[in-house]
């Protein structure tokens, strides 16, 4: 399963770390990913969403 946001196709993105010498190194910022189980036409899928569609509700939870 790709690191990737089931909803809104958040993924991760790359950037700098910058020491205070100015040494610049590559580095990836990584979505907060919960692996879930949800309900989507009637059948139960287990999916990776990020914590900001399951906290504004875009996504609703198998029982």
Same mark, same amino acid.
């Given at each position: ?15 700098s ?5 100015? *040494?610049?190194r ?5 979505? *907060? /990913? ?5 309900l989507e *036409?009637g059948?139960?899928?287990?999916v990776?969403?990020?914590t900001?569609? /399951? ?7 198998a029982?």
């Amino acid at each position: 399963m790709p690191m990737k946001c089931y909803v809104c196709e958040k993924k991760p993105i790359f950037g700098s770390t910058i020491s205070h010498a100015h *040494n610049v190194r590559s580095r990836k910022f990584y979505p *907060n /990913l919960q692996s879930i189980k949800i309900l989507e *036409n009637g059948t139960i899928k287990r999916v990776k969403v990020c914590t900001r569609c /399951l906290r504004s509700g875009k996504v609703r939870k198998a029982i």
